[in-house]
């Protein structure tokens, strides 16, 4: 993958795995983007969080998803619903791979996932981080995921100032 995305869902919540994503993301640079069961499984203020995805996500997460840009979505402990792909549109690139870590394989393997993984969140997590060692995303990508952050981040600013 050249430029992947997460997508965390409630299961890491539930698998107590936000720390192995917090490791996950930092080791590999991958950007990471929430559903709303998911929400907090990131500190709002790290560096590879991208804001919520979807129907009612941020122009960051949604951005990297619909421009074709993501090759690979990497659900973990979501279950793709309607509004995380905002009902299949919000991954635009024709080739994107899908992988999703469930505990339930019904919804490990929801709209079509080329890798469904039923396991634990974290468990697969931490898994990930010690077969990944060294793998990061390119300075290129690295950069358009800070660009998008910090845009998204300044017209939050902009909608919050008094």
């Not at 690979?72 to 299949?88: E, K, M, Q, W």
């Not at 490990?108 to 060294?134: C, F, M, N, S």
């Amino acid at each position: 993958a050249r430029t992947p995305l997460i997508v965390a869902g409630g299961g890491v919540i539930y698998s107590a795995a936000e720390q192995a994503l917090l490791r996950f993301a930092e080791a590999t640079g991958i950007p990471v983007g929430t559903t709303q069961a998911g929400g907090g499984s990131l500190p709002g203020d790290h560096p590879q969080y991208v804001g919520g995805i979807g129907a009612t996500g941020s122009t960051a997460a949604n951005r990297l998803a619909a421009e074709a840009e993501t090759d690979v979505v990497i659900g973990i402990g979501t279950r793709y619903s309607d509004f995380t792909t905002a009902s299949r549109t919000a991954f635009q690139r024709p080739d994107v791979t899908f992988v999703n870590v469930n505990v339930a394989a019904f919804d490990a393997y929801k709209h079509g996932t080329q890798l469904p993984v039923v396991a634990d969140a974290r468990e697969t997590l931490e898994a990930l981080i010690e077969a990944l060692v060294g793998t990061r995303v390119d300075a290129a990508y690295a950069d358009r995921i800070a660009r998008e952050k910090r845009e998204w981040d300044a017209a939050v600013d902009r909608a919050l100032a008094p």
